[in-house]
């Protein structure tokens, strides 16, 4: 299973889907540890058995064991950060805002991996989990270390892309069904 098994999942009237897989994933001037841990750690984000399956494989061949870990330990300590925060954030009552969060986020601080691919994989998975908190923080932190627009942009970029893609596959899944 591959990238290539994937785009052609990818329906006829998605066709820019297709290409635009093909193109952030294919094309992408990030390095191959950033890309491969934002294409995992979106891909887990996205929830999409589908899009998991194809990619997961690819991205283990490109990642470090280290890597390999930290971008599932991304996707999984953003599912908890993003819902808690875009909640904090939405409620009228502010308040919510002073009170301690009181929830382990050690990975964030000792990920095991470079702190600004830990940061970009976080990135992306708050863009497919839409905190706007979230997002403000970890590019806050990337720009701060030096981040260029253009590489944040690249992470957000896959980001909607594979999410795209897994909801027109799992859409199609259920109505072929």
Known sequence: MSLDSLKSAVPDYAKDLKLNLGSVIGNSDLPAQQLW???LATAIASRSPIVLRELEPEAKANLTPEAYTAAKAAAAIMAMNNVFYRTRHLLSDHE???????????????????????????????A????????????????KAGIEREVIQEAFKIASVIQAVGVTLETEAVLSA
Not at 102 to 114: A, Q, S
Request: hydrophobic fraction near 40%.
């Open 128 to 143: 497919v989990n839409g905190c706007g908190m979230c997002l403000d923080s970890h590019e806050q932190v990337l720009r």
């Open 37 to 39: 841990g934002t294409v």
């Open 96 to 126: 919510y805002g002073n009170l301690r969060a009181g929830l382990r986020m050690n990975v964030i601080g000792n990920p095991g991996v470079d702190k600004v691919d830990f940061e970009l994989w976080s990135f992306a998975v708050s």
